[in-house]
């Protein structure tokens, strides 16, 4: 589920970065007033865990894409919300620096979407909800399961926003989200079974771990004040844009199976691109520059007016690009072999 | 397991590289990490259909990689192994995309176009922020976070997280050797165990970072890694970082290899 820097746009990946920026400033706050000095090893052993375990790909049957858990859940309950989402933080820029998994401008967004959903919604709304008379192994397992369900499912659909507001995709929403949930749906039974089943055992073997997890955040002490508040400014960033595009896009999936089914009428889909192209434009530095008609098999297109719009790939441009690109690239290869040679031959001699 | 293992070797390889001590890993670790941050920035700020303006962008992951004398194999292996999510998502596009371009005589959907500009934005983010580490290693880049007002216990929880992956890893592979001795001819670990092992792997490492991280906190750890060697930021640093935003800002407005492109022809042409 980690989204990569190349799928978003730099107003996508810095806005959710901004929001991310700010809980985990917030939680850093709220740890100072009760930082225990015990916690600090157990943030670092967690987060060493979790990270392992987001490493284990597991093959989802009938897709042909594998997923990984995501650990939000389990880091709430063990580490509380503020420790857990700081921890998720810590994991994710580590894969995104060591293995390019995720992406640095990406790293708001994944943050996010893994940490935020999971610590600050799934966790004291449905897993405290569901503990709150007392910790039981059912309670556990029904508790995990739900908020691991449910913390995956707003997580991986903020994705599916994110991705489509950024524009770097054809993916129609509705498309990409009926991949993306019942996919993530399947992770997250898995992602259930894993936590309940984690918890449950450190509850019996080291009861004092997780209450030391536990004590201090309880959802009296998780001011829900703030955390409405928290969700008024997601709510701002992805339901707001959400509502935009939905009102502008009629009908995502019949427009997919019209176009299976081989008619091409370009109307529907006219007003969302041009919409998500407005957009597009605001972010890059230069509107796209240079726009021909491409060559249709159909000349009668109706919708003429709403495809001169759109950014078309320059014919001429693009390729006639191919000479200069292809320079360009044996110049930059040049450059690197040459400077390499004559580093070598500088320590020959040294 | 094979996988897990992988891991702790490739950011060992990583850490080592790191250690290097070229021109490029003089530089400011701060330094280092804005003109990253410019770069991913203005790569990802292209448009879906842009493929000739992105390529000038290798120069730079090319001359670090150069310049830092690192290798290009291990890079490459980590490039393609994250490539799958991106093909995932942008294979989809030829077949969304109901425009065509006449490419050669022959009609492709521009999808294409927007399928390979997703691929080189992904080969060119991720060998970036691999780069960055390679260059630069996690202490110093946690001495950057710090400089740029990351609060402290943030920064500690990353350390912290980096060095207990290694020591939760040694554990694992020390039970497995002892798993794998009580079970001779046993193929893997046994579906029943499963849950307990994993729980015993997280109360063994973390009795061991308790242990680790008090006899830091013995041995005077206040938080922070003191790093004597960070010298103050030089005007080579300054310089470092503005003439790299300088050319990718002009390769951002103007495409570089239509320009080449358009000389040689004006030179043919005379």
Redo the contacts between chains.
């Keep these: 589920m980690h989204m990569a820097d190349a799928l978003l746009s730099p107003i996508v990946g810095g806005t959710m970065l901004a929001a991310t920026t700010g809980i985990a400033a917030y939680s850093v706050k709220k740890m100072q007033n009760n930082l225990d000095e015990k916690k600090i090893p157990l943030m670092g052993v967690i987060g060493a865990f979790i990270f392992a375990s987001q490493m284990i790909n597991f093959a989802i049957p009938g897709t042909g894409s594998s997923g990984h858990i995501g650990g939000g859940m389990l880091l709430a309950i063990l580490l509380g919300p503020y420790a857990g989402f700081l921890t998720m933080a810590a994991i994710l820029l580590i894969q995104a620096l060591f293995f390019g998994d995720g992406g640095l401008l990406a790293f708001g967004a994944n943050v996010f979407n893994l940490g935020f959903y999971t610590c600050f919604i799934a966790y004291p709304i449905i897993y405290k909800w569901l503990t709150r008379k007392g910790v039981t192994s059912k309670r556990i397992f029904g508790g995990s399961m739900l908020s691991a369900l449910v913390g995956l499912q707003l997580g991986s659909f903020s994705v599916v926003i994110e991705t489509v507001l950024s524009g770097k995709t054809e993916l129609p929403f509705s498309t990409f989200a009926l991949l993306m949930q019942p996919i993530h749906l399947a992770i997250g039974i898995v992602e259930g079974l894993v936590t309940a089943a984690v918890v449950t055992f450190v509850r019996k073997t080291r009861p004092e771990i997780l209450e030391r997890g536990a004590i201090g955040q309880p959802l009296g002490n998780v001011p829900m004040k703030r955390v409405l508040g928290a969700l008024v400014i997601a709510g701002l960033v992805v339901g707001g844009a959400m509502s935009w595009f939905a009102s502008s896009h009629p009908d995502g999936l019949e427009w997919s199976m019209e176009k299976t089914a081989g008619t091409t009428e370009l109307t529907t889909s006219g007003s969302v691109y041009t919409a998500l192209d407005d957009f597009q434009s605001l972010t890059a530095f230069l509107p796209d520059y240079g726009f021909k008609e491409t060559v249709d098999e159909n000349p009668a297109v109706p919708a003429a007016e709403s495809e001169e719009k759109r950014p078309g790939v320059n014919v001429g441009t693009s390729v006639s690009g191919i000479v200069g690109g292809g320079l360009t690239l044996a110049i930059v290869v040049i450059l690197g072999v040459l400077i390499r040679l004559v580093k070598k031959k500088k320590r020959a001699v040294t | 397991m094979a ?2 293992k992988n ?1 702790l070797f ?2 060992g390889v ?1 850490d080592d590289l790191a250690m290097k001590e070229t021109s490029i890993h003089r530089i400011h670790p701060l330094i280092k990490l804005l003109t ?2 410019v770069y ?2 203005v ?7 842009e ?2 303006n992105l ?2 962008f ?2 730079y992951p ?2 670090i ?3 830092a ?1 690192i290798p290009v194999v291990p890079i490459l292996n ?2 393609v ?2 490539t799958p ?2 093909i ?3 294979i ?2 030829p077949f ?9 005589g022959t ?1 492709i959907s ?2 294409w ?2 399928f390979v500009s ?2 080189l ?2 080969a ?4 970036v ?2 780069m ?2 390679a260059t630069t290693g ?1 202490n110093q ?1 946690a001495a950057a976070l710090r400089m740029l007002k990351v ?1 402290k ?2 920064v ?3 350390l ?6 290694s ?3 040694e554990e ?1 592979s020390r039970m497995v050797r002892a798993y794998s001795l009580r079970a001779p001819g046993q193929k893997g670990i046994h579906p029943r165990v499963w ?2 092992f ?2 015993q ?3 063994r ?2 009795d061991r ?2 242990r ?2 008090e006899s830091m906190n013995a041995r005077g750890f206040s938080g922070e890694y003191h790093r004597g060697n960070i010298s103050k930021l030089k005007g080579k640093d300054i310089a470092y970082f503005l003439s790299w935003s300088l050319l990718f800002m002009l390769a ?2 103007y ?8 000389l ?1 022809f004006s030179m043919g042409g005379e």
């Design positions: 996988t897990i891991v490739n950011m990583l990253t941050v991913l920035t790569v990802v700020s292209f448009g879906k259909n493929i000739s390529l000038p290798f120069l090319v001359l990689m150069v310049f004398e980590r490039m192994l994250v999510f991106i995932g998502i942008g989809l596009n969304f995309e109901v425009q065509t371009v006449v490419v050669f009609s521009q999808g176009f927007t997703l691929l934005k992904s060119l983010t991720v060998a922020s691999l960055l580490i996690m880049l609060p216990i943030f500690l929880q990353l912290l997280t980096y060095r207990y992956i020591v939760l890893i694992l849950g307990s994993v729980g792997l997280l109360l490492t973390y970072g308790s680790v991280y951002r407005l495409d570089l290899p239509l320009l080449i492109e358009a040689i």
